[in-house]
Every structure is written in C-alpha cells, then in structure tokens.
C-alpha cells in the first residue's frame, strides 16, 4: 500500500488510486450486494416463493460469503489503521522538513531557486498524505457505521 | 481343511470327454499320468479339478454324445460323486458333493494346466498378476466393495448432473441476477421521484414568477392610471386658463401670465403623455409575459415531468422482469412434476439426501480401500517370500531373484542383479518361473490344499530341471499329478507312482 506520485499529461501531479482503496471498495460493494441477495432471500420466503429449506440452503451459503468479506473487511481496516499511523508519522517528518527548509532559508543557507524546488516538492508530498490519510479515515468512519 | 494324506484317492470318471469309464488311482507322492495324444489326460485332469473347484464349466466336461455322466471320488473312507446331465435345451447341468479340502481358489494356484495360461501369467503384465494375487488374497472382495461404490458414487453423481440439478445449482446466479433487478428497480423509483420533483420545483418557479409579475402589473396599471388622471388634469387646466385668457386684455400683466400658465400646462402634458406612452409599454410587456408565463404553466402542468412515462414504462418492465424471475426461482427449487424419480419433491432434500450417500460411500470406498491396500501388499510380501525361498532352495543356476514390485509387475533378477525382461526369457525358463509362481502361490494362500497338478508342460521343457522341480513339489505337497505324453499302445491313461 504504497502512495506513488505520477506526472499527469498537464504536468501535475497526482496520486495513483491505492491499493487498499482499490480492496475497500470491492470489499464494500461485494458486501453490500451480498446484504441486498439476503434481503432478496428473505423477500422470496415472505412471497412464499421459495420454500425453507431451499431458503435455508442458500442463506447458509450467503451467510459465509457475508463473513468472509466481513472479516476481509476488518482485516483491511486493520491494514488501514497500520497505515494511517504511517501517514501521520509521514506528515510530521515532511513537516519538519518544511521546517528545517525555512530556517535554512532564513539563515541563508540555501539559494532562493532549490528553496523553491524543495518546497514545491515537499508541499507535494504532504498534500498527497493528507488527502490519503482523510480518505482511510472516511472509509473507516464508514466502516465503524 | 487338512487333508488326510495317509490314503490313496480312487477317481472314478464316467462319460467324462472322450472317457467313456476310467478308474485310476493317486497314492501319496508323484503320480505320473502316461498316455499317447487325445487318449483324455487333460479330461482326466479336468474332471478331477470339479471336484475341489467349480472353474470349468459342466458343459466342457460331459461327452458331447451322452445325455449323463458321473465323477467319483474315493477319499478318506467316504465316496464323493458329482453327476452330470444334459437338459432337453442342451444346457448341462452339475450337482453333487465337492471333495472336503475344496476351495474356488484351489484351480488357479494348484492346477497347472496349458489353458490356465500359465506362461501367458508371467508375460501377462502387473494387472495379470494384480488380479492373480487379488482373487487368491481374497482381495477381489474389497475390491468389488469398492467397485460398487465407485459405481453407486458415479451414479449419484450422474444424478446430480441431471437437469433439475443443475438448475438448483444456478439458484445462487438467480439471486444474483434478481438482486440486480431489485437495484434496477429501486433506482429507476429513484429517478421517477427525481423526475417527479424536479418537475414540481420548475412548476413551484414558474408559478411564483407569475405571482411578481403580476403584483409588478397591478402596480405599473395604477400608475398609468394616475398618469392619464393627471393628464386629463392637465388639460381641464388649460382649458380653465384659456377662458380666462380670453376675459383678460390681451396686453395686460395678467394675460402673460396667463400664457405662461398655459405654456406649462402644455409642457407637462406633452411630458405626461410621453410618460404614459412608456408606460402603456411597459404594461403591455407585463402583460405579454405574464401570458407568456401561464401558458408555459398550463403546457408544463398538462406534460407533466420531462421523460415519466419513459422511466414509468421502464419500472413497469423491470417489475414484470422481477415477477418472472421469481418464477424461475420457484420452478428451480423443485423437480418437474412429471420427473419420474422425484415428482414435484424439493431439489435441495433429495440433493442433501444424495450428497449424504456419496459421503458415506466414499468414506466405505475409502475404509475398503485402506484394506484391500493392507491386504494386497501383504499378500504380495508372503508371495515373493514364497518364491525367494523356492528359488533358493532349488538351486537353478541363473536366477537370483525373481518378484513382484508394488506395481505387481514381475522382475527376474539374473546372477549379479541383472535384471531381464520377462519377454526375453527362453520357452523352458518361463515354464520353471511359471511353476514356481504357481507352487508360491499355493504355499501363500492354501497351504494344506493337498494336490499340486501340472498337466503337459513338458513338451518343451528340459527334462532334468523339470523333475527336479516336481520332486521338489513332492516333498512339500500331498499329492502330486503330473501328466506326460507317451508313445505307448494303450488308449487309457496309466498312472506310474512315485512315492
């Protein structure tokens, strides 16, 4: 689960899609659909369109693909946490290389052009931490509903 | 059974192949049958092994020109007969008493006749040899077990690979495929009060646009209304200031201003009237757009949402879609009422039902299998046993070994662990190995079986070797028949004893 910069056709940058988004989304729709057959399941027996057993039988078979993206589910939010910590530690170095970059601007160790350069880059990157760090924190908010 | 070997044993053969009436007689030790060509040594042979095995049948024994025949054996103190006859249909029936050492196995491991194919058994292959040990180990019972459970498996399983099984089997693909209709149909609802909203916002607008520009007429109608009172106004004025013009001289202070009145009077009316003018204008515009407004409404009101009946139409497709689908579903679940084997009954009990037997007969197949594994490679270690030590004690030069590997295929191990393919082994080599095969297996699987019988195997053997062997079988079994081609007058077959 690694956030890798790319340079667009226009020159900007942008962050390649993650692979635990990619996971989380999958997992959550496989899930959702899942949820939505069971409630079709329960529709056909209350239309008396289907009989018990056949209910039963298929509900077992519903019930475990349900756990198994369930815990898929809660193995990736735990991926998740592992790598929003990551993010944070991320955020707080590139922070303090902001930091360090300014003092070093203002104690002129550094020329105005590389000031830029690093700047723009470090910006870059905490940009693109942040807004990943806000989604996993908006997938497992909605994860915790 | 022990055999009781102290006896001789008289054999009695009546209208037995082309024996019309023998009585021979086996003492303890070898017994060597002479006899010219097709005077009934192998008939002779024949009609003995029916006696302790049913393997030929009664139709190959009885002479093809009698209608009855009789097979007697005196053994023990006690006689032992076995009759012969032919139906009216031509079928040939046997009933009688079997010897008491008789055993099914008895013909394959103690009679070595030409037609059992004992040459054929070493050059045959592992499954000539698997099958061999398998009905002398009994072995061919589990066997069978565990090919009948094979079979009722495959048979179950080609029940579930019938047509209202497999339709079960597409329930889940169903479900899916109604779920997606439900979808389709919760947001095609979805659109439809969307649409229905939407149209009722544009609807809420217009109307409220109506609303000003009606309050923006009824305001600009009154000031024109004052605008035209003001003018009439004006003009009463006027006139009012020429009547008294016309009282007053011409040239006095009074008439100027007089004229002065009038003048004003005249520029206010021209101002009123051009005021008047823009805003008539102005009403008319109101008024235009006002009906402009509730035309729009009224077409609006009487179209109602902008593509409706399209998404109504749709819902509707998508709910009789829903319907049919859920009709699949139901006739999925059962077999057709007219199914012979299960009319009407629910697949998911007959399938559980059918699911519930595999399991047990894989778990028997299994059990079976585990046995007839424990069996055969038993049986196949006493048989090589078996033949390791017949081979040592006789002695032949030029074999070292010779066995079954777990693949029941045959190895001869030359001097110096040169392994030779049966194939290339010489006529005479293969009948020693075969009867040695013949004699471990008698000793492996029935070891008090009394009579050890070898039938004509001596037209191309070395005589010297083959005596040996026999002599060798002598000494470790009862009765010992060997049948020998001789050019002798007689007709009968004899028997020469060697005790």
Sequence with gaps: ?145 | MQADTRENIILELENIGCLKRLRIEFKPGLNIIKAPNASGKTTLIRGFSCMFSNRIPPSHLLALDELNGRIRVHYNGRIYEKTLRRTPSGQVIAHGDMLPFADPRAFDACVALAETGVVHRITGGSSVFRKYLEELSYGNYYSAVINASQELINEYSRKLAGPSFKNFEELPLLLTELTDLHIRRDQTQQEIEKSKSGHEAELQGIREEIEKKSSSLSKEEAYLSQLTRSLSLEKEREEQLQELLKLTDGSSEIAANIRRGIKSSRENQERIETEIKTQTQLVETLKRDLKTLRDSLKKKEAEGPHGLEDLERRLENIKKMIVLKEEEIQRAERFPPDDAEYPGKLVVDVRSEILRKIEWLDKVTGYFQEKYMRRMTNARHRFNSNVTKAFQNLGLKGFENVFLDQDFMLHVMREGSIQQPVETLSASEKLTISIILMLAAKETFLPNFPFFIVDELTLSYDPERFWRIMNYIKRRVPYVIVTSLTSSLTDKPEVIHKP
């Design chain 1, 1 to 145: 689960m690694i956030l890798s910069n790319r340079v667009n056709e226009t020159g900007k940058r942008v962050s390649d899609l993650s692979s635990w988004k990619q996971s989380f989304e999958t997992v959550s729709q496989e899930l959702e659909m899942a949820n939505r057959k069971k409630h079709a399941l329960e529709d056909l027996l209350a239309k008396n369109r289907m009989s018990r057993p056949t209910y039963e039988h298929l509900l077992k078979g519903l019930e475990e693909e349900i756990s198994r993206l369930e815990a898929h589910r809660r193995s990736l939010a735990k991926n998740m946490m592992e790598r929003a910590n990551e993010l944070r530690k991320q955020i707080s170095l590139i922070e303090m290389f902001l930091t360090n970059l300014e003092l070093r601007r203002i104690g002129q160790e550094t020329d105005e052009e590389t000031y830029n350069q690093q700047k723009e880059s470090l910006i870059a990157g905490l940009e693109a931490t942040k807004s990943e760090l806000q989604q996993i924190e908006n997938a497992l908010a909605e994860i915790s509903k």
